[in-house]
């Protein structure tokens, strides 16, 4: 494995924690539970292979308009006890980012979220950015509306507008890195979910059918082997 080759941006989609559950006849709580440990470990990887930015999908806002929210109120919950271990941020000098649509989520989650922020905010190791009730259409549509009020007040002029400065407006801009180098799909699902629409132009995909509770270091390898196989284009066509 060549260090110099590692990707420096890291994205998750943890996916197939109910399926993991569901196949071994437990509830769909313990499919959380066991993936929210996946992540612990996951976090760890990224710290000791020297990853700089971790994002990682919670759930998609998308969520909200399903039948049985309280599948939700777990998730979060368990995000809250994830959120809430700061003494492990603080020692492996993890830096906290949340980013998505705060409005639906209870306002002690709100606070907490803020509190773990502002805590490991001059943190310089990873970055592991969580993505709570987010979308990536969402994220997109607030960059437009902050430079529309720009545009309004007279701050920017309408041919100031370009990609830079969209990239400057995402939510993700809260990272050194705001694009992931590679992308990372759990549970067999070919898609990305309406998830860093934006930011995942360039980035290169790997999915595995490993429900995200069994995704561990042998898997976590694998997608780097296969991310330092492939040659990045941005765009480009064959030469």
Not at 110 to 120: M, P, V
Not at 130 to 153: E, H, N, P, R, T
Not at 187 to 211: D, I, K, M, P
Request: proline letters at 4%.
């Amino acid at each position: 494995m060549r260090r110099e080759a590692m990707p420096e941006h890291v994205a998750v989609i943890m996916d197939g924690n109910r399926r993991w559950a569901r196949t071994r006849g437990l509830p769909a709580v313990a499919g959380y539970e066991a993936g929210l440990r996946a992540l612990k470990g996951m976090v760890q990887l990224c710290c000791r292979w020297g990853i700089r930015v971790l994002t990682v999908f919670a759930f998609s806002s998308d969520n909200w308009l399903r039948p049985k929210v309280r599948f939700l109120t777990v998730r979060i919950r368990l995000s809250v006890n994830f959120v809430s271990n700061l003494m492990v941020f603080s020692r492996d000098n993890i830096r906290f980012s949340c980013i998505g649509d705060p409005s639906k989520l209870p306002d002690p989650v709100k606070e907490l979220i803020t509190y773990a922020e502002e805590r490991t905010k001059h943190n310089s190791g990873l970055q592991l950015i969580v993505a709570v009730s987010y979308s990536g259409k969402y994220d997109i549509v607030q960059a437009c509306q902050s430079i529309a009020l720009k545009v309004k007040d007279g701050v920017i002029e309408p041919e100031d507008i370009n990609e830079f400065l969209i990239e400057q407006e995402l939510q993700t801009n809260c990272a050194e890195i705001p694009n992931p180098d590679l992308l990372i799909r759990t549970s067999g699902e070919l898609r990305v979910s309406n998830f860093l629409l934006w930011q995942l132009a360039y980035t290169e995909l790997y999915f595995t059918r490993s429900h995200w509770p069994d995704f561990g270091e042998t898997e976590f390898l694998m997608a780097l082997r296969s991310f330092q196989q492939r040659q990045r284009r941005y765009g480009e066509g064959d030469s």
